[in-house]
């Protein structure tokens, strides 16, 4: 048997507790601002959508959260401590990413996918419950049915909702999901939106890249807006999705229109 | 839920069941052609006279053979099949690993070029005479120039965290192209003997086997496929890719510096003894993970033994088939496994419309 050292289970967070925050963050590469000036933060059982056109920052910005690019300038938080002082076992506990894209070099079977975000656990008290949190994961992502399927002979939206159940099946108190919508058929966005907000509901801090500003309005908490790598605005779903903010970062005329049951905001595209 | 979690525990076993099969299968047909190798040859020795005297030498009762049969059994096929035995493992288990580290299923040592890489190093050793190091010399040197190389091509093939099969190949092309051209000026520099040593070695072959070969392989080797699986489980997770792996805690680049290393000690310890021997890295993992999946903790080691068995049945082939002639070896396994390289190719086009 292999030993290992004693490896700390993370202690579920108080709803409300900050989860993550990054400040005024800046990241350049190749000589162009990606990031300038980027802030955000998440708290315990919210659900926070990252807004933005093309090439705001959003994908950047996620990445600098996860870990992967270190800023030139701003911090990073989790739990209060500097991003770059957790080592990379220790945040893969404490946070997951889902990839815009997901890729797979070897036809593992799709079972075998999720199982592969039980690894950070392996040698803990949690991995007794491995096959439990797999099975759950798959079950919430309605990808179950395809478990023994080779993961690259799904289609796209299959491997999407794969993906995420491997992203779940980490059971880490921080998700970022890097568009979770974008291959996906309107029955399966709204489920991943459900998902994502069981989730906060259980505690969990959400932080999810959207395109579509509608779907965002009904399900996030809080939205932040980003344009040229820099927030421009960051609060509740009435106070930001405004036609005249949105109209002007998206360089298009936005209207803004109650929904007539519900009353929350829908965001279309002015059209002739 | 329950039923997802139901057909899990019926699936798992059944997997863990056909892994254990093609182990104990390949293990046996190892045995197996091990034995045959060491009987059959220009001089046969019967099964029964072979266990006497391995039973004799082991002081297990038995009785030693005369003094011919004796000294053939034991001076010249017996190193040639642990030879082989250690050469098989060590390529089957750089291909494998190697296809991982790349997450690309078309890398092996010989087609991006670390086996010619390794050739350059003991080519080198071999025209100008080093002998610094004894019999470890070769193998050293093959070590220290298939180190370098691996890292080139590694450093040279990948952009933005991936490496295309494009670029890996055309970079194999290239750096096969280069270590020709250093091995041609060696050449250009020797005097007849060496190069006709050197052009019999390079065609890849274990004829020359003793047991002073056996040990200078054998460390490389050993180390080589000791430190592998102990990454199996990191591998199947870089196959998600480099940032999904770093996500779920793997330390990539730490993994990476190790795994090429031990791809450069299994390659030179081959490349050292048996000179380019190509093919049997790229076509063992493949068959493997056709039968029995992708998972690195069954494919190290089942491709080490897969390896080993196809070396020991291939070398057996290379000296019989053209009796008393001898076929070199590299060039029956090229001969073998060009076709299904190009055969894979063909049908991964058909499958997923080629590669990117």
């Known amino acids: 048997m292999r030993l290992r050292r004693h490896q700390e289970i993370p202690e579920r967070p108080l709803p409300g507790a900050e989860l993550l925050s990054a400040e005024a963050v800046r990241l350049t590469v190749g000589g162009r601002d990606l990031l300038a000036g980027a802030s955000v933060r998440v708290a315990a059982g919210e659900v926070v959508a990252l807004l933005g056109p093309n090439g705001a920052g959003k994908s950047t910005l996620l990445s600098v959260l996860a870990g992967d690019a270190v800023p030139a300038a701003g911090e990073v938080r989790l739990h209060g401590r500097p991003l770059d002082g ?187 | 839920m329950s039923t997802a979690v139901r057909e899990k525990a019926v699936r798992l076993p059944k997997v863990r069941n ?20 060491a009987g059959i040859g220009a001089y046969r020795i019967p099964l029964g006279d072979l266990l006497a005297s391995a039973a004799h030498r082991a002081g297990l009762g038995g009785h030693a053979l005369d003094r011919v049969p004796e000294s053939v059994l034991w001076n010249v096929r017996l190193p040639r099949v642990v030879l082989a035995l250690l050469v098989g493992g060590s390529l089957g288990c750089a291909g494998a690993l190697m296809q991982g580290v790349f997450g690309n299923p078309l890398a092996e040592p010989a087609v991006i070029g670390v086996s010619s890489g390794g050739a350059v190093g003991a080519v080198a050793c071999i025209v100008l005479g080093l002998d610094a190091l004894g019999s470890w010399t070769v193998t050293a040197f093959a070590f220290a120039a298939g180190l370098l190389t691996v890292f080139a091509v590694y450093a040279m093939s990948r ?163 053209a009796e008393p002639a001898e076929l070199p070896l590299g060039v029956l396994t090229a001969l073998i496994g060009s076709p299904f390289f190009f055969w894979l190719l063909r049908r991964t086009r058909t499958r997923q419309g080629g590669w990117a």
């Open chain 1, 86 to 272: 957790y080592g990379p076992a220790e945040l893969a506990r404490h946070r997951a990413l889902l990839p815009q894209a997901a890729a797979l070099s070897f036809p593992f079977p799709a079972g075998e996918v999720v199982r592969m975000g039980r690894a950070p656990w392996t040698g803990t008290a949690a991995a007794a419950e491995d096959e439990t949190v797999v099975a759950e994961a798959m079950a919430a992502t309605e990808s179950a049915a395809f478990a023994e399927r080779p993961f690259t002979a799904l289609s796209g939206g299959e491997r999407a909702r794969v993906a995420l159940a491997r992203v779940l099946a980490q059971r880490t108190p921080l998700l970022l999901l890097d568009e979770p919508t974008a291959a996906l058929d309107l029955r399966h966005q709204e489920l991943v939106l459900r998902v994502a907000r069981a989730r906060a509901a259980a505690g969990d801090g959400v932080v999810v890249v959207l395109h579509d500003l509608s779907l965002a309005a009904a399900y996030a908490d809080r939205v932040v807006l980003l344009a040229g790598g820099a927030t421009v605005a960051d609060g509740p779903v009435a106070e930001v999705l405004r036609a005249p903010l949105l109209s002007e970062v998206y360089g298009h005329p936005v209207e803004v229109l109650p929904h007539p049951r519900t009353g929350v905001p829908l965001v279309l595209p002015e059209r002739d």
């Open chain 2, 159 to 321: 952009s933005g965290g991936r490496t295309e099969v494009v670029t890996l190949i055309l970079t194999g092309v290239a750096v096969n192209a280069f270590c020709g051209a250093l091995i041609g000026i060696f050449l250009f520099t020797a005097d007849s003997a060496a190069i006709s040593q050197v052009t019999f070695w390079q065609l890849g072959s274990l004829a020359q086997a003793t047991w002073g070969k056996v040990l200078a392989v054998l460390p490389f080797a050993a180390a080589g496929l000791a430190v592998a699986p102990l990454y199996a489980r990191r591998l199947d997770l870089l196959a998600l890719g480099e940032r999904p792996a770093r996500h779920l805690g793997v330390d990539v680049e730490r993994m990476r510096l190790v795994l090429i290393t031990v791809v450069a000690l299994l390659t030179a310890a081959a490349v050292a003894v048996s000179g380019i021997i190509g093919f049997v890295g790229l076509v063992v993992p493949h068959l493997l993970r056709m039968v029995a999946g992708p998972g690195h903790r069954f494919l190290l080691p089942a491709s080490a033994l897969g390896g080993a068995l196809v070396l020991v049945a291939g070398d057996l082939a290379a000296r019989t088939v």
């Open chain 2, 18 to 37: 056909r892994t254990t099969l093609i182990t104990a299968g390949l293990t046996a047909a190892l045995v197996l052609c091990a034995l045959l190798a």
